[in-house]
């Protein structure tokens, strides 16, 4: 069985949600606290065991390729002037390789995974999107990694969302399941309200067979006029076993704005320097609104 090492991190989207920040400034770099929203991802990838990660780009990106690389006279700065914490924290600690390719144009999520076929080869990959972040005690990719190496298939990470949600993600069809693990029907690309088949929604972890890139080469453009990688996970999935794991952990959604004020919000509440002087501005909030309220009644 190949083992799977290597990672495929796609991030050559426009990110319209959250123009105009993104205009000049990548979504992937937006920060929860003081991490960009990609940190966390490529951090997840190297807690599942994954050792060469491809990270897709696109124009207007170069800042990710710049928070990877080292900072020199950053980190001599920081050790002028004492500053050891800080210095730890803008420092790669970790062995895992990060490569760059680029997206031309942003077609869509489907081809920006095609994107990476040369550097991922004939062998299985993970592919982990920016717009979830997970916390887990077993971290999410590393549940499909080990689904994946007792089945030998690919498997897709999905959680339940609410009903009027679904049209918003690609949502399976499930046929049966066994404890997490699902056996699917179909993948079906944001499905209008009242046709959902599930509200099993696939969550931005993917573990693939490399079939899916001759997969990838033929789709046509789908949802959003966009070539859609859940329409090949459904072709691939005619041909062999695709499964669905509903992953245990906690999801945020940092790809929309709410999602992301409310990822930052929760973060916060969980980090010790932060926590009490928030609690204490979140309730006078409240209170301060609670009365605005009132004067209007
Ligand atoms: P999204 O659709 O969430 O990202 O794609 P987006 O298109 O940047 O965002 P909005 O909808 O305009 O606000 C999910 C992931 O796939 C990448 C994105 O960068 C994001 O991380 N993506 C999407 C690509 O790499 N290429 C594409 O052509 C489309």
New binding site residues.
């Given amino acids: 069985m190949k083992k799977i090492k290597k990672a495929v991190i796609?991030?050559?989207?426009?990110?319209?949600?959250?123009l105009p920040a993104t205009k000049a400034m990548p979504?992937?770099m937006l920060p929860i606290l003081d991490k960009p929203t990609i940190q966390y991802i490529v951090e997840e990838a190297i807690e599942s065991g994954i050792e060469d990660i491809i990270i897709?780009t696109g124009k207007g990106k170069r800042a990710i390729e710049d928070h990877f690389d080292r900072a020199i006279e950053l980190e001599n700065n920081l050790i002028e002037k004492q500053k050891l914490n800080l210095l730890e924290k803008v420092q790669r600690s970790s062995n895992v390789e990060i490569h760059y390719i680029r997206?031309k144009e942003?077609?869509?999520?489907g081809?920006?995974v095609w994107c990476a076929r040369n550097f991922i080869g004939n062998e299985p990959f993970a592919v982990l999107?920016?717009?979830d972040i997970v916390k887990a005690e077993t971290p999410c990719l590393l549940q499909l990694i080990n689904q994946y190496e007792q089945t030998l298939s690919s498997v897709i990470g999905v959680q339940t969302v609410p009903v009027e949600h679904t049209h918003r993600y690609g949502i399976i069809a499930p046929i049966n399941n066994e404890g997490r693990r699902y056996k699917v029907d179909r993948f079906v690309e944001k499905p209008e309200p009242g046709t959902e088949p599930s509200q099993l929604a696939i969550m931005g972890r993917y573990v693939f067979t490399p079939e899916i890139f001759k997969l990838l080469e033929s789709q046509k453009a789908g949802s959003g006029g966009?070539i859609q990688l859940t329409d090949a996970i459904q072709s691939l999935n005619a041909i062999q076993r695709v499964f669905a794991y509903d992953f245990e952990g906690t999801r945020y959604d940092v790809?929309e704005k709410l999602g992301y004020i409310q990822t930052t919000i929760e973060f916060a509440l969980q980090h010790s320097e932060l926590k009490n002087d928030l609690v204490e501005f979140l309730k006078l909030l409240l209170e301060k609104n609670a009365v605005k309220a009132e004067n209007f009644q």
């Fill in positions: 796609p991030a050559a989207g426009l990110g319209t949600r959250f979504k992937e897709v997206q942003p077609r869509g999520l081809h920006a999107l920016g717009d966009e790809g």
